[in-house]
């Protein structure tokens, strides 16, 4: 079962929000309304995925994406505003992906489970921006993938999660996760979403 940490601090968001995750069969472990709280319950309960409320009383949840990306959860970013430049800032920070407030519910749990799946989702309107800002933020010295390596980047490419990898290249999911930890290593990337842009910039997707 898909383990969930939801952090938004309005009771109305959080309840409807909480109900259908539980009844799609994804638990939230735990529900958090400030910054503090939310770093204290990602810590303590290791979830797979924080669904994350940018706006909270006591900060802005953007700064906590890189603690909770290097504690092992997945990040999937909550939020109102319809702006690449935001969905760029929290795809730099390392999120798996941003859904707006005013998707539908079905579409949010959708969300959830495909970032757990190892998957990048970010609302089509807003993923060419995203790329197009991210597009030369970090510079490549000569970076050479594996056969293997190229092939899982074309995948990511086509956005693939880390099972499909794992289904289309016939390795272990442990292996495929490695292949793409090398992959954003070797491109200097800090999330999928940065590697992909990357590689169409250096033109290794030609």
């Not at 709280?37 to 409320?53: E, F, H, N, S, Y």
């Not at 949840?61 to 109102?80: H, M, Q, R, W």
């Not at 760029?88 to 749990?109: N, P, Q």
């Amino acid at each position: 079962m898909t383990r969930v940490v939801l952090v938004e601090d309005h009771d109305m968001v959080a309840e409807a929000i909480g109900l259908a995750l539980e009844r799609a069969g994804i638990e939230v472990i735990a529900r958090s309304v400030t910054v503090a709280a939310a770093r204290a319950d990602t810590r303590r309960g290791k979830p797979d995925v924080v669904l994350l409320d940018r706006r909270l009383p006591d900060g802005d949840g953007t700064a906590l994406i890189p603690e909770f990306v290097g504690d092992g959860a997945k990040v999937l970013v909550l939020t109102g505003e319809a702006m690449a430049s935001v969905a760029a800032r929290v795809a730099e920070a390392g999120a798996a992906g941003l859904i707006l407030k005013t998707a539908r519910l079905d579409e949010l749990v959708e969300a959830v489970r495909r970032v757990a799946a190892g998957e990048v989702v970010f609302e089509a309107k807003l993923l060419a921006g995203v790329l197009d800002r991210l597009t030369g933020r970090v510079k490549v010295a000569g970076a050479t993938l594996t056969a293997r390596e190229q092939e899982t980047l074309l995948l990511l490419a086509d956005g693939a999660g880390t099972d499909q990898i794992s289904t289309s290249l016939g390795v272990a999911r442990n292996t495929a996760r490695n292949h793409v930890q090398r992959v954003l290593d070797k491109l200097g990337a800090r999330s999928k979403l940065e590697a992909v842009s990357i590689a169409r910039r250096e033109g290794l997707l030609d």
